[in-house]
């Protein structure tokens, strides 16, 4: 059957080929094109929950848009030995008007990973997606303060390589500042990756607990 569709589909082969390649072509260059030498700081964030662990290198950069943007690297495993890494970028800054207190971010961030699923070899699939989504953070004054944060991803079917054929992602947490360079939060995350014949895979779907340390 393979061969029969090579044969008289060969347009439509090369082009989810060339797709392919250029979607890959395109997170690369994402990455390349960071100007890490205008890094202006830099911060680890781990997070634990009950079948869940992440660890994210995060940092800042002035060279894009108004307010800079925020950039991180990391990955995260479950007890279903699912491993997913991601990348993204964020550009970020304050509202117009006068509620410096309240922040926005938008950009994209891309996955790969592969998910084993529950018990021994249940499912076996690799891909990746780019998504586009925002965040939302204020902080509410005070001398200890304390701020809410909101975050959503979303990768659609065309946005996504190999077997992954959807991707969606959002969070909500409360942080409090213990000191100036530490933040300890406890948050709720949803992460969902669909594949073939529509079937939708939680990855992540639980409240969560950690910290991130500036440097």
Known sequence: ?????????????????????????????????????????????????????????????????????????????????????????????????????????VGTKAYVGTLEGPGSGSIDVDGGAVAIGGRVRYVFPGSTPLAVLGEAFYAPEVTNISDFDGLVEYRVALELEVTPSARAYVGYRYLEVTFSDDIEYEVDDAAHIGVRFEF
């Open 1 to 105: 059957m393979l061969e029969f569709n090579s044969y008289f589909f060969p347009s439509k082969l090369i082009t989810l080929e060339v797709y392919h390649f250029m979607l890959r072509k395109a997170l690369i260059s994402i990455i390349l094109l960071v100007p890490f030498n205008s890094a202006q700081a830099g911060a680890i964030d781990f997070r634990v929950g009950s079948d869940i662990a992440e660890l994210t290198f995060l940092t800042q950069t002035a060279s894009f848009g108004y307010g800079g943007a925020d950039i991180g690297f990391g990955a995260l495993v479950n007890d279903e030995n699912d491993v997913i890494a991601s990348g993204f970028i964020l550009v970020s800054g304050s509202s117009a008007g006068d509620v410096k207190a309240l922040h926005f971010g």
